[in-house]
C-alpha cells in the first residue's frame, strides 16, 4: 500500500482557531464578494444604535480596496474576560462562538435585541481578510488592535492615546481577494444596506464615503424622518397605492407569551401592479424572507377577511385565499426577535417558528381597527382582493377542448361527411336528437355532417372565453368546426383549420327554435366573430305547414310547404284561384323537426335545390344597433330593458305559441 494512503491516528486534523472558516469559507459566508463580511462589521455597530447608544454611523470605502466602519456607541469591551483573561476586543475578532449576545434569558447580555445567536459574526470577517485593525474609545483612551493573515498574527492590545469622554468604535478591514469572485464589496447592495440601516433606526443617521481616482470621497448620507412609510415610498417609484400607506409598531409587554420588547415595526401598501417588499430580523436583511414574512400575510388576511365579511363584499361563491389579498401588497416589516434563528450563516432566511405567531398576533388587531376606521380606504383594497380571487378562479375554471395525442377529439355524436372539400362541406346544428336521427337519413353523407344538440345551448353572451369549453355543447360546436373561440381582432388565420365552408343552424319553426337560433348566433357574434363576418353561418328555414292538395283532373296530388301562418295563407288564396277549395287542401302542422320524415326534411331543409336558407350577414360594425339589440335581449343585467322593450313593442312580435 502506498504511503500516501495510509489510514491511522495520524490522519486525523483537528481545525483550530479560525482555521475552519479559511478551509470552508462557503459555509460560514457569501464568497461572491467581500459585501457580507463587511455587513457584519456594520451589523455590530447597528447594535449599538439599536440598544440607543449610538447616533452615527459612518462607512469608507478606501482608495486601497479596505473599508472602515465606525460608530460613536459605547466600544467594543478592551478588558480581560473573566474566564479566558484575554481582552473581550480579541476574543470578539478571533474567536468563533464568542459575543455579547447569548445570555439573553437571564438578562446578562449587552444586546436584548440583535442580529442572531450563531455567534461566528465579526471573526469570520477576521478570517477572510489579510488584515483587521481595530480602534475602540473607551474609558477615556484609544485602545487600538491589529490583526493580520487571517487571525494567524494577533498583535497586542495598545493605547494609543487618550480620546476624553468620547466613545466608539472603528473596524478597517482588507478583505482577502483570494475567498471572494471579486476583491471588492458590492457597492449598489452595501448602499441598499445602509440606507435601510437608516430606515430602521430612527434618529440614526448613516454616512458613505467612496474615495474617487480623483477628486473628494463621494459622500451619501441617509436618514427617514418618516421612517417606513418613506423608504416604502420611495422603493414604489412614485406609483400611488390604492389607499393610504398604513404603518404601525407594536410590541410585547411580556404578559402574552412573548418576551418583553419582542414585536414588529411594519408598513404597507397595496398597488395596482407588484412592489418589492423588504424584512428585516433586529436589523438584519431577510431578503429570502422566512417566517416573520409568512406571520405578516397571516395578520394581514384575517384581518383583511374579517373586515370583508363585516361589510358583506365578497360575492356568493367566492373563497378569499391569502395570495389574493397579499399578492399586490408591498410591505416593509422590521421585527425584533429575541433569540432569531436563521438558515445558514448569512443569516438571509429567518426559520423561527414563533414569529409567525408573533408577527402575526402583533399585526392582526390594529390593522383590522385601522380598515373599520378607514371604511373607504379598506373597501379599495378590498376590491383589490376580490378582484385577484375572482381572476384566480376564472382560471382555475379554465376548460381547454379536449384533445388526444395534441389532437381535438371530434364529439361522438358527431356523424361526419365523407368529403375534405371545406368550400363544400356542411355542418348543420340540428335540435334534438329525434330531428338528429331524421337529418342523418336526409343528408348527404358525401359533404354534409350532421351535429344534433341536446336541449338549449348555454347563453354565451357574458361567458369568459376561458370556460366557455365548460359547456358540453359549446365544446363539441367548437370541436366539430375545427375553430377556437377568439375575439373580434382576430386574425383570419383563426379559421385556418375550419372544416365546413357552412355552419347551418336548423331548428324547430317555433318560439323554441328561435330561441335556441337566438342562442347560437350569441354564441357565434360574441366567441366566434370571424365565422360570421366570413359568411359561414346560415339559417335554415324549415316548414310550419304541410298542405297536400287531392290530384284534380290530370294534374297529380301535390304538396306544399308553408314557413309560417301568412305564407300557409297565400298558398291557399292562389290554390283558391285555380278553382280548388280550401276545404279540399289537407294542411298539418309540424309540431317540429323530428315530425319529418327524412324525405321531407331532404326536401325543405337539407337539399340545396330545394331548401331555404338564409345566411347571416353583418352589415356593420359590431358596436352599432346589432351590439346593443344583443346586449338587451342576452345580457343578464338587462332585465328591466327587456321588460320595457316588451312592453313597447310586444304586440310587433308574430309568435306561434
Known amino acids: 500500500m502506498a504511503a ?33 463580511i463587511i455587513q457584519e462589521v456594520i451589523d455590530n455597530a447597528a447594535d449599538e444604535a439599536l440598544a440607543g447608544f449610538a447616533k452615527h454611523i459612518h462607512v469608507a470605502v478606501l482608495k486601497d480596496g479596505s473599508v472602515a466602519v465606525t ?113 471588492r464589496v458590492v457597492q449598489n447592495e452595501l448602499e441598499r444596506l445602509l440606507r435601510s440601516k437608516a430606515m430602521l ?107 370583508i365579511e363585516h361589510h358583506g363584499l365578497l360575492p356568493r361563491g367566492l373563497k378569499l385565499q391569502q395570495e389574493d389579498v397579499c399578492g399586490r401588497l408591498a410591505y416593509v416589516l422590521s421585527a425584533r426577535v429575541l433569540d432569531p434563528q436563521f438558515q445558514g450563516q448569512v443569516k438571509e432566511k429567518l426559520n423561527s417558528r414563533e414569529a409567525v405567531k408573533l408577527v402575526s398576533q402583533m399585526l392582526r388587531d390594529p390593522f383590522e381597527v385601522w380598515l ?91 361567458i369568459d372565453a376561458a ?44 318560439v323554441d327554435g328561435s330561441h335556441i337560433q337566438t342562442l347560437l348566433l350569441t354564441l357565434f357574434l360574441r366567441h366566434f366573430p370571424k365565422l360570421v363576418e366570413r359568411g359561414h353561418v346560415y339559417i335554415a328555414l324549415p316548414p310550419l305547414y304541410r298542405l297536400d292538395v287531392p290530384a284534380r283532373g290530370k294534374r297529380p296530388m301535390r304538396r306544399f310547404y308553408a314557413l309560417d301562418e301568412r305564407e300557409r295563407r297565400a298558398i291557399l288564396d292562389r290554390l283558391a284561384k285555380e278553382g280548388i277549395k280550401p276545404d279540399d287542401v289537407e294542411t298539418g302542422r309540424f309540431k317540429g323537426l323530428g315530425e319529418m320524415n327524412p324525405g321531407q326534411l331532404r326536401e325543405t331543409a337539407m337539399d340545396p335545390a330545394t331548401r331555404r336558407v338564409l345566411p347571416v350577414t353583418l352589415e356593420e360594425r359590431w358596436d352599432g344597433e346589432t351590439a346593443r339589440m344583443f346586449t338587451l335581449l342576452m345580457g343578464k343585467g338587462e332585465a328591466a330593458g327587456r321588460r320595457d322593450w316588451m312592453e313597447r313593442k310586444g304586440n310587433l312580435a308574430e309568435l306561434d305559441i
Request: hydrophobic share 35%; aromatic share 6%.
Open 4 to 36: 500516501g494512503n495510509t489510514y491511522d491516528e495520524s490522519s486525523f486534523r483537528v481545525l483550530k482557531g479560525l482555521e475552519p472558516v479559511r478551509e470552508r469559507p462557503g459555509m460560514y459566508t457569501r464568497t461572491d464578494s467581500p459585501t457580507h
Open 71 to 183: 460608530d460613536d456607541g459605547r466600544g467594543i469591551p478592551v478588558g480581560p474576560h473573566p474566564e479566558e483573561k484575554i481582552p473581550v476586543v480579541v476574543l470578539a475578532f478571533t474567536r468563533l462562538h464568542a459575543g455579547g449576545k447569548f445570555d439573553k434569558k437571564s438578562g446578562n447580555t449587552a444586546y436584548a435585541f440583535s442580529g442572531g445567536l450563531h455567534g461566528v459574526g465579526v471573526a469570520v470577517t477576521t478570517a477572510l481578510s489579510h488584515r483587521v485593525k481595530v480602534e475602540v474609545r473607551r474609558d477615556g483612551k484609544v485602545h487600538q488592535l491589529l490583526i493580520e493573515d487571517g487571525g494567524e498574527q494577533v498583535g497586542a492590545l495598545q493605547v494609543m492615546g487618550n480620546c476624553g469622554r468620547s466613545t466608539g468604535t472603528r473596524v478597517q478591514v482588507w478583505p482577502n481577494e483570494k475567498y471572494f469572485d471579486t476583491p
Open 201 to 307: 433606526l430612527p434618529g440614526v443617521q448613516v454616512i458613505l464615503e467612496t474615495d474617487q481616482a480623483n477628486g473628494p470621497p463621494l459622500r451619501k448620507t441617509w436618514s427617514y424622518p418618516n421612517g417606513m412609510v418613506g423608504y416604502l415610498r420611495e422603493m414604489a417609484g412614485g406609483t400611488e397605492p390604492v389607499a393610504p400607506f398604513y404603518a404601525a409598531e407594536r410590541h410585547s409587554d411580556g404578559s402574552d407569551g412573548f418576551a418583553a420588547g419582542e414585536g414588529a415595526a411594519w408598513a404597507l401598501g397595496w398597488f395596482e401592479d407588484a412592489c418589492a417588499s423588504e424584512s428585516y430580523v433586529n436589523l438584519i436583511p431577510t431578503v429570502a424572507g422566512g417566517t416573520h414574512e409568512s406571520g405578516l400575510r397571516a395578520g394581514v388576511f384575517e384581518a383583511m377577511k374579517s373586515f
Open 372 to 462: 373599520n376606521n378607514n371604511v373607504e380606504h379598506g373597501r379599495a383594497i378590498a376590491e383589490l382582493a376580490i378582484k385577484a380571487a375572482t381572476a384566480r378562479q376564472k382560471q382555475a375554471q379554465k376548460v381547454e377542448k379536449r384533445k388526444s395525442s395534441g389532437v381535438a377529439v371530434l364529439p361522438g355524436k358527431l356523424s361526419d361527411c365523407e368529403s375534405e372539400d371545406i368550400a363544400q362541406n356542411e355542418l348543420f346544428l340540428v335540435e334534438g336528437d329525434s330531428a338528429g336521427g331524421s337529418a342523418k337519413l336526409a343528408r348527404d353523407k358525401d359533404y354534409q355532417a350532421i351535429l344534433p344538440l341536446r336541449g338549449k345551448v348555454q347563453n354565451a353572451f357574458e
Open 467 to 510: 370556460r366557455l369549453y365548460a359547456n358540453a355543447e359549446i365544446h363539441d360546436v367548437a370541436v366539430a368546426l375545427g375553430v377556437d373561440a377568439h375575439g373580434r381582432d382576430a386574425a383570419d388565420s383563426v379559421l385556418a383549420n375550419l372544416r365546413y365552408g357552412k355552419c347551418v343552424v336548423l331548428a324547430d319553426a317555433d
